[in-house]
């Protein structure tokens, strides 16, 4: 009986303790963002540098302390953001890989919440251009949770997508990015 009952508590306890990772989706560049961008009076174009998160190179975050939310190839959050931004100055022909002028940024800190009515994804960043401008960006997207962590790690995991296009269309609208441009 004693076998039974640690067998079956191990298998409680693995199944309570495993989860899965789930990978947040392929950037997908946000239209309104694009359009901003071709709005612009400039016709600056500029390329982007290597972003940094203050040596965290963070991949993954627990949801629940028991399911990894990460990126879709393994790259670092950093990454993944930077690639989001370089991918709208491209489609809004506004990026130049051999321009002087260099946009990079810091990723001050990620945060990501699954409490129930009180879900978001938190981004605070730093944006800088090699002409010497820099702004300070805090950006928040609110999403629906869950009470069963299930739900909300996948409520997480889906809501990466929605919230880096937030955070490039909060950085593309700040009054300092067109300053960032200038060569």
Do not use: H
């Not at 938190?122 to 009470?147: A, C, L, W």
């Amino acid at each position: 009986m004693k076998k039974i009952v640690i067998g079956s508590l191990a298998l409680v306890l693995t199944v309570v303790f495993s989860g899965c990772a789930n990978k947040v989706a392929t950037y997908s560049p946000k239209t309104a963002n694009i359009m901003q961008l071709k709005g612009m009076s400039s016709d600056a174009k500029t390329s982007v540098g290597k972003f940094t998160d203050s040596g965290n190179e963070e991949t993954k975050v627990m949801c629940r302390l028991a399911t990894p939310i990460g990126t879709p190839n393994g790259e670092t959050f950093t990454s993944y953001i930077q690639d989001a931004l370089t991918q709208e100055l491209m489609l809004a022909d506004k990026f130049d890989p051999k321009s002087s002028n260099i946009l990079t940024a810091n990723l001050n800190d990620i945060y990501g919440s699954t409490t129930l009515g009180n879900a978001y994804w938190e981004f605070k960043v730093t944006v800088k251009s090699s002409n010497g401008t820099s702004f300070d960006t805090n950006s928040r997207y609110d999403y629906d949770s869950s009470y069963f962590a299930g739900s909300a790690c996948s409520e997480m995991q889906r809501s990466f997508v929605p919230a880096v296009q937030k955070l490039n269309n909060e950085i593309i609208n700040n009054p300092k990015f067109k300053d960032l441009l200038a060569q």
